[in-house]
Nanobody, 121 residues
Framework: QVQLVESGGGLVQAGGSLRLSCAASGRTFSDYAVAWFRQAPGKEREFVAAIRRGTYYGDSVKGRFTISRDNAKNTVYLQMISLKPEDTAVYYC?????????????????WGQGTQVTVSS
């Protein structure tokens, strides 16, 4: 089992930046593929970014968001710049064992509780 806890969300103006953190505990973190998803009210959960041996991004965030990990701290980060009001959502961290990276929520076994990001115009 693994537990994931997100932090770093908040309210920011359009054009601003935030860094989200996903702290993991319970198993060897480096074995996991970790992804960020987001969900806005009334919308489906959307793939944002993932990391395993490489990094992967959704089209809507490519060039603005950067995913990284610090295995020594068991933490994955999502650096977000040039934020837009349409980035407003609850952001979730998700993990799965193995080397494959999935872009769908069903591909992940473990989820955090989410952190709210609100971007004002």
């Amino acid at each position: 089992q693994v537990q994931l806890v997100e932090s770093g969300g908040g309210l920011v103006q359009a054009g601003g930046s935030l860094r989200l953190s996903c702290a993991a505990s319970g198993r060897t973190f480096s074995d996991y593929a970790v992804a960020w998803f987001r969900q806005a009210p009334g919308k489906e959960r959307e793939f944002v970014a993932a990391i395993r041996r490489g990094t992967y991004y959704g089209d809507s965030v490519k060039g603005r968001f950067t995913i990284s990990r610090d295995n020594a701290k068991n933490t994955v980060y999502l650096q977000m710049i040039s934020l837009k009001p349409e980035d407003t959502a609850v952001y979730y961290c998700a993990g799965r064992t193995g080397t494959a990276v999935h872009r769908t929520a069903s591909g992940y076994d473990y989820w955090g509780q989410g952190t709210q990001v609100t971007v004002s115009s």
